[in-house]
């Protein structure tokens, strides 16, 4: 989420995010365009570990 739709997540507004529902790994992610960015993991209240690789090209 770039860092508009990460402030509407956190304040429980509606907001767009990129990505989708994963059940392998791993998982490979590209950003739609440069900014800065935020990844929000949900588990579903499950204990999982995460990893995150940063690759710039």
Do not use: C
């Amino acid at each position: 989420m770039d860092v508009d739709q990460y402030q509407a997540y956190l304040d429980g507004d509606e907001y767009e995010w990129f990505g989708g529902f994963y059940d392998v790994s791993p998982v490979v992610l590209e950003v739609p365009y440069d900014d800065h960015w935020y990844l929000v993991v949900d588990s579903n209240y499950r204990k999982i570990k995460v990893k995150v690789t940063e690759i710039f090209d």
